[in-house]
T-cell receptor, first 113, second 111 residues
């Protein structure tokens, strides 16, 4: 059982380039989300989805785009990378509801130069 | 003021010691999660609490809703417990993943 799979694990981008971080889960979870983790700060929510075709913004959505065409996949797109987007990105999924375990991907380390 | 605070920020212990990590939050919540992040970066869920106390092996988590406080205890600590421990809260009526995370407590257990 793969759980939550994120790719790539490491990426270096030049300012202005675009890229997509991939996230897939094989647990048929309703809820998927993207977080970024910066030194000295807690994880912050970028975008989330409560089901296929439904997405919404989190705390720090600017510069990022998401879509959810299938239950399994929730890609995060950086439209025009900026050095401020250098961070570690985590995808997560769960059944939703307050009592359910949340599963995280292994993280994607992104550096924008 | 951060909505979720943790203490201490960093903790170094000797193998075998009893460890306590604290989490305080300023908002009403429906659930609180404790997460563990290992040096390689992966994050795993340890506990979900909405009241009382839970125990898994050497780990114990408690929550006091009235005082807006939770603790994570590790008994007989071991070097493999070295990790960052993160507290995350879910506000009432929020059934998604709109968690608010604490900054984490970095634990090092020395042999």
């Amino acid at each position: 059982n793969a759980g939550v799979t994120q790719t790539p694990k490491f990426q270096v981008l030049k300012t202005g380039q675009s890229m997509t971080l991939q996230c897939a889960q094989d647990m048929n979870h309703e809820y998927m989300s993207w977080y970024r983790q910066d030194p000295g700060m807690g994880l912050r929510l970028i975008h989330y989805s409560v089901g296929a075709g439904i997405t919404d913004q989190g705390e720090v959505p600017n510069g990022y785009n998401v879509s959810r065409s299938t239950t399994e996949d929730f890609p995060l797109r950086l439209l025009s990378a900026a050095p401020s987007q250098t961070s570690v990105y985590f995808c997560a999924s769960s059944w939703g509801g307050r009592g359910n375990t949340i599963y995280f991907g292994e993280g994607s380390w992104l550096t924008v130069v | 003021k951060n909505e979720v605070e943790q203490s201490p920020q960093n903790l170094t212990a000797q193998e075998g010691e009893f460890i306590t990590i604290n989490c305080s939050y300023s908002v009403g919540i429906s659930a609180l999660h404790w997460l563990q992040q290992h040096p390689g970066g992966g994050i795993v869920s340890l506990f979900m609490l909405s009241s009382g106390k839970k125990k898994h092996g050497r780990l114990i988590a408690t929550i006091n809703i009235q005082e807006k406080h939770s603790s994570l205890h590790i008994t007989a600590s071991h070097p493999r417990d070295s990790a960052v421990y993160i507290c995350a809260v879910l506000s009432p009526g929020n059934y998604g993943q709109n968690f608010v995370f604490g900054p984490g407590t970095r634990l090092s257990v020395l042999p």
